[in-house]
Structures are given as C-alpha cells and as structure tokens.
C-alpha cells in the first residue's frame, strides 16, 4: 500500500506532544485507516476529485481517526489535527509562499492557482462565480467535496479543520484580501470566498 501523506510530518510533530513510541503507535495506526479507505475507493481512481481524496482528505480522517481511537475525546483530536494539520500545510507551502510574498502584486498569479484550488475541491455544478476580473476572484460553493466525503465517514466535524487551511493561507498573503463570511464546513448555507486585488 502507498506511504501516507504527510505521515513524517505528522510523526514529528506528534513527537513534541506525545512521547515517540506513542507518536510512532499513532502514525502507524493512521496508515491502517489509510490503507482500508484506499481499498474502499479502489474502483474511484478516475474521479474528478481523486487526488484532493488520497493526499487530503483521506489522510486527514485517518490521523483524526487514530487520535479519536487512542483518547475518545473528539475536541482534544479535533485540536490535535488542526496542529497537524498546520504542520503540513506549511511544511509543503511555505517556499512558495515566501516567492509570492516578494512580488509587489502576486495577485495575478494566484488567482489562476485559486480558480484550480477550487475546482479541484468542489464539483463544478456547485459554483457560482460573482466575479472574475483583474481585481477580485469571488465565488460561492453550495457543496462541499471534503465536507460530503466527511460524511459518508461520519465524521462531518472534521471539516472545519479543513476550512481552518484557507484562513492560514490568507495569513500568510498579506497583499491579497481574503473575504469570507461562512463555511458549508462551520455550518453555513455555502462557502463564500472573495480575494481581491490589493492596489
């Protein structure tokens, strides 16, 4: 079966707040979940949204899983992901990041990268584009890829660790603003995302 993603990471960072017996137990203990959901999604290789499934979505439960396994407190797991979370998030971006941070006005080059992120994440069906222009990129989601496979795994609160990933990454891009007042994921009647050009 293929490595997790993000299991290295997450073993390291589980090392500072477990002892590393039991981060190495935790890790393991994903890559089982892991590898039973790849079995599960076998016949799925060509759908649209496969690779969002096995480095995201996929890898995510499984670690939540393990961590609600070891302790049964679902907001101590839920806690823990989100630290995991980060962890990846930034281990994988932050190169990038920093490039982008250099330029004047990265907008432009982010929101080609943008429009993908959420095609990749959201069946197309489901959006509705307020605007595309050279200023502003905004787009309402009225279904959630993440938050229905979440679902189907009976574990819906664990999307908004997921929505918590778009929140670091407008941290992280000062020169363009993010705008959003709800989430499918925190509960919300659709997921409104709104950059915009900082001139």
């Not at 509960?187 to 409104?192: A, T, W």
Request: overall charge positive; some cysteine.
């Amino acid at each position: 079966m293929a490595r997790m993603p993000h299991s290295r990471t997450w073993q390291q960072s589980l090392s500072g707040m477990v002892d590393h017996q039991k981060a190495l137990a935790l890790v393991s203990r994903a890559q089982a979940f892991y590898d039973g959901f790849l079995v599960a999604y076998v016949a799925e290789t060509n759908r649209a949204n496969w690779k969002t499934l096995i480095t995201r979505i996929l890898p995510g439960l499984s670690i939540y899983k393990a961590l609600l396994e070891e302790n049964g407190d679902q907001q101590k797991a839920l806690a823990d992901v989100d630290i995991l979370f980060r962890a990846a998030f930034f281990s994988r971006r932050m190169q990038g990041i920093r490039i982008l941070n250099y330029f004047p006005d990265p907008f432009p080059i982010v929101k080609p990268v943008l429009k993908i992120m959420t095609k990749d994440e959201y069946m197309p069906s489901s959006q509705e584009i307020v605007e595309d222009s050279a200023d502003c990129y905004a787009v309402n989601i009225y279904r959630c890829f993440i938050l229905d496979t979440l679902i189907k795994h009976g574990a819906r609160e664990l999307t908004a660790c997921f929505c918590n990933t778009d929140d670091w990454l407008a941290e992280a891009l000062p020169k363009i603003r993010w705008e959003r007042t709800q989430t499918l994921g925190r509960g919300g009647d659709c997921c409104d995302f709104r950059w915009r050009r900082i001139k």
